[in-house]
């Protein structure tokens, strides 16, 4: 950040890209919001180092970062946790290796094994059945998967989830460590916990090899702006570097990267007040919440993830998110058929939890008895071809109900609980077809397949 500002102190003339000349030439509204920032959106020119080799300026707010954060070293990334999920994966594995990987993983985590051909094979994370999500990945699963898999080169974890569950990573690490497995953390919606002792520890501090954190989420950076954090012996960093420069752009963003120095010095000046600030908020207002009737709230344990089960009400998340929307005038981050989630951060306070709970609070019960049926864990399927083949071969489109017996080239993924149901490669059979069926029919929507209302499907052409 100060190289820039030292930059713009000597006022020079731009001859170089950016075309907009420093935010003069920003086009129209665009430039009138942004003609400040834009001045700060320059290239690799003498002073500003280089993402990609650097060894001035970049350098030092990465090394300011990875103390921050508790790494050893750490990367930034302009192309969000996507580009850090990619990179770790395509860094551990060489084609045709075994990798564990919760059934719930992020789909840049399905990208980063199809880039490196590598084999997944999936653990499952508990389901909170009550809230119909993705729960925490018990110890005793990963040992499973470890002692059926030990020629696997890594364990890939999603920890916290989107919701705030975290798994502990502490123990997880000590049984892949000793089976002499790496240990790469999804730590997307992490970011904050390395500044506030009331936050789950970081996957950092407890022993994990890699982690990817949005910082860009949680904290104040610019959205894409990430962080791949490294510790330790066994992750080849030569590697890791080609593979961050094979997934990620020649010309990263200044502003992007300038916005992740300033957010790391933000929490480290302001960090432990702010979220003290927010979470003493968040705590009254759940206490708040759990005197609400109709209303349940996961019990998280990153406690600024409010997922709050409105069906006792006897509307859905769906019909709550809007009415929050156009009648309150908050914006909430998702919500599915059971849930709305409300993501609080250090950014917040008393003030804009109470306008939350005060609106919550006027959700008025609609008079009618919801029946949203509980949630079933799905049938499991076969993979009768590798993920990367099957993501790369022909494929035709067929109605969903004609799908039985074909091997699918796409994912199919209902929110919630977020867990892929088909992966490229897998055979569909009658009982999916059907679990698909009944969950359509509870409104409940899908992501990954080319027709997301799922009419269709894509199967690989035989
Ligand atoms: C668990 C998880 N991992 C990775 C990502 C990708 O993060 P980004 O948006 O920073 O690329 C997301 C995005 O929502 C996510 O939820």
């Given amino acids: 950040m100060h190289a820039i500002l030292s930059h ?27 003609s400040a920032a834009g001045r700060l959106d320059l290239t690799e020119i ?32 302009i192309n969000g946790s996507t580009a850090g999920n990619l990179a770790m994966v395509m860094t551990v594995c060489q084609p045709g290796d075994i990798i564990l990987v919760p059934r719930n993983l992020h789909k840049s985590v399905i990208h980063g094994l199809v880039l490196a051909q590598a084999r997944p094979v999936f653990y499952q994370p508990e389901v909170v059945a009550e809230f119909g999500i993705a729960g925490r990945v018990p110890a005793a699963e ?68 890699m982690a990817v954190q949005s910082t860009h989420k949680l904290l104040g950076a610019l959205t894409q702006a990430s962080m791949l954090h490294v ?72 406690l600024l993830k409010w997922t709050i089960r409105v069906t006792g009400l006897g509307i859905t998340g769906t019909d709550a998110y809007r009415i929050l929307h156009e009648e309150h005038k908050m914006m909430l981050e998702l919500s599915d058929p059971y849930n709305v989630l ?54 035709v489109t067929v109605p969903l109900r004609e799908a039985a017996g074909k091997v699918a080239a796409e994912m199919v993924i209902p929110y919630p609980p977020g867990i892929p149901l088909v992966l490229p490669g897998e055979e569909m059979t009658r009982d999916m077809l059907e679990y698909i069926e009944q969950l359509r029919s509870a409104g409940i929507r899908f992501s990954g397949a080319e027709d997301a209302a799922l009419n269709t499907v894509q199967v690989i052409r035989q």
Avoid: C
């Avoid at 350098?59 to 990875?66: E, T, V, Y």
């Avoid at 927010?278 to 344990?301: F, H, K, M, S, T």
């Fill in 142 to 209: 990963i040992a499973r998967a470890v002692r059926e898999n030990p020629q696997a080169k890594a364990v890939l974890i999603t920890s916290p989830t989107y919701h705030g569950i975290a798994s502990d990573l502490a123990l997880i690490a000590g049984i892949v460590h000793e089976a002499g497995m790496l240990l790469l953390v999804d730590e997307a919606h992490g970011a904050h916990f390395a500044f506030h002792e009331q936050l789950p520890p970081t996957a950092m501090a407890s022993g994990a090899d």
């Fill in 231 to 302: 510790q330790g012996p066994r992750v080849d960093r030569v590697r890791l570097r080609k593979r961050l420069q094979l997934v990620q752009s020649t010309s990263p963003s200044y502003l992007l990267m300038a916005s992740l120095d300033a957010a790391r010095y933000q929490m480290e000046t302001e960090g432990q007040a702010r979220l003290e600030k927010a979470l003493r908020a968040a705590a009254d207002g759940r206490q708040q919440l759990l005197e609400l009737p109709g209303l349940q709230v996961l019990p998280a344990d990153d």
């Fill in 8 to 34: 713009l102190q000597t006022s020079p003339t731009a001859f170089h890209v950016p075309g907009h000349k420093m935010g003069r030439g920003l086009p129209g509204e665009l430039g009138a919001w942004l």
């Fill in 342 to 395: 409300a993501v609080l951060s250090y950014a917040d306070g008393e003030r804009q939890v109470d306008r939350l709970v005060t609106a919550l609070a006027k959700l008025a019960p609609s008079g009618h008895q919801l029946t949203v049926s509980a949630y079933t864990a799905p049938p499991k399927l076969r993979a009768v071809l590798p993920l990367h083949d099957a993501f790369d071969l022909p494929s």
């Fill in 46 to 77: 003498p002073g500003l180092d280089d993402l990609h080799a650097p060894e001035g300026a970049i350098r030092d707010a990465q090394r300011l970062a990875a103390e921050a954060f508790g790494a050893e070293e750490t990367f930034f990334l």
